[in-house]
């Protein structure tokens, strides 16, 4: 039994490695950058050496003005395990610890003239304007010396590790930071996550709502699916469907308002009730309907439109938070909303707030 846990845990593990496109970064930060003046950003699950993340930071510090760049890596990205030569040169593999890496200044140490560019490399090897030291412990995101540079941060932005999502976004509430992070849509199902979204605590981001995305991946990783492959410079890729990201720092999107065409009473016969929630069953979000204020069962791909001035949110089915949505007869463990006896997939209940459009 502890050998087959061992073995599930190395291969989440080994699942969670894939890396983010820079490309990817810049077309969600570009919206928050006002946002990010003064401030201190880590990077918890970032290789300073390898994480677009850092690169962004790094590159941009001036431009931001940020006070100060944090990341920390984790041991046991294979990444980490090669770059530590880097530092423990006669320490065999498996002994080495990962490391953090802090900026907090950027002179013009190469003479080029040019204050808001960085070379990465440079400034860790070299200790100018920032370091580069090797950690005490694993770099878990959890363990006391993260959680103390998890305190000293005011943002943190990156892609965690899939499997630790919800601990993940649970720490971060806990310790009230302001964060941008990637992960998967089916986070909003999770009964940490959800109640945060309906408390308005968490929304998504801007740049990413449908469509799958490109992540780099190490040698290991299968190549298995379609759209797989190498890119021009040879590096290994993956492109991964329903990814999001997740923000409590405010952007424009999450304050337009959905413009609604189409009418209930047109023809009611499109919305019909649910057998066992007191709500209309809207199976297209355009097709929300500006003349009904009673309570909507919509897909989860409803919350890329979702601004709380316009709908609240009271629950979802399928799990037992709904709020103020009268489940009529709700039968069995499932909670799946019905129509005509039949199953629909995971809903979530929506009102809007204020009069008829
Ligand atoms: C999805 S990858 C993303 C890597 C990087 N943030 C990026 O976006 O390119 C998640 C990373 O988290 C690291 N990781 C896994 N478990 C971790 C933990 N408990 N604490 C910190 N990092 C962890 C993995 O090694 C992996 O590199």
Redesign the pocket.
């Known amino acids: 039994m502890a050998r087959n846990k061992a073995l599930q845990d190395a291969a989440r593990?080994r699942q969670?490695?894939?890396?983010?496109d820079l490309r990817d970064?810049e077309h969600e930060l570009m919206y928050y950058m006002p946002l990010f003046k003064g401030k201190t950003v880590l990077?918890?699950?970032?290789?300073p050496y390898?994480?677009?993340?850092f690169e962004y930071f790094a590159t941009s510090f001036n431009i931001l003005g940020l006070r100060k760049l944090i990341a920390?890596?984790?041991a046991?990205?294979?990444?980490?395990q090669q770059q530590l030569s880097l530092f423990e040169e006669d320490t065999p593999a498996p002994k080495r610890k990962p490391y953090c890496a802090q900026i907090t200044s950027l002179e013009d140490f190469n003479g080029d003239g040019r204050k808001d560019y960085l070379d990465v490399e440079y400034i860790l090897q070299h200790n100018v304007g920032g370091s580069c030291k090797v950690l005490e412990g694993?770099?878990?995101?959890?363990?006391p010396e993260?959680l103390e540079l998890l305190r000293e941060a005011d943002v943190v932005v990156?892609?965690?590790?899939?499997?630790?999502l919800r601990e993940y976004i649970a720490l971060l509430i806990e310790y009230g930071k302001e964060f941008v992070i990637?992960g998967n849509i089916n986070a909003v199902t999770y009964k940490e996550v959800f109640p945060l979204i309906m408390k308005n605590q968490m929304w998504l981001g801007v740049s990413i709502h449908s469509g799958d995305r490109k992540?780099?991946v190490p040698e290991y990783y299968p190549l298995e699916a379609a759209g797989c492959g190498n890119d021009d410079e040879g590096r290994r890729f993956i492109r991964v469907k329903g990814v999001r990201w997740f923000t409590n720092m405010d952007h424009h999107r999450h304050n337009e308002t959905l413009c609604l065409f189409r009418k209930y009473h047109d023809d009611p016969s499109k919305y019909p009730h649910y057998d066992n929630y007191d709500a209309i069953e809207v199976s297209k979000v355009v097709d929300i309907p500006c003349d009904w204020l009673g309570v909507m069962g919509v897909p989860v791909t409803f919350l890329d439109k979702y601004n709380p001035k316009q709908f609240e949110i009271l629950g979802m089915s399928g799990t037992n938070f709904s709020e103020g949505v009268p489940a009529c007869h709700v039968q069995g463990t499932s909670r799946n909303a019905k129509i005509s006896g039949k199953d629909i997939y995971r809903r979530i209940f929506i009102r809007r707030i204020g009069g008829i459009m």
């Not at 990077?43 to 290789?47: A, E, K, M, V, Y």
């Open positions: 593990a969670d490695e894939f890396y983010t970064i990077c918890n699950c970032d290789d390898e994480s677009a993340f920390t890596c984790y046991g990205s294979p990444i980490a694993d770099g878990d995101f959890r363990s993260c990156t892609n965690p590790p899939h499997s630790l990637l992540f780099y």
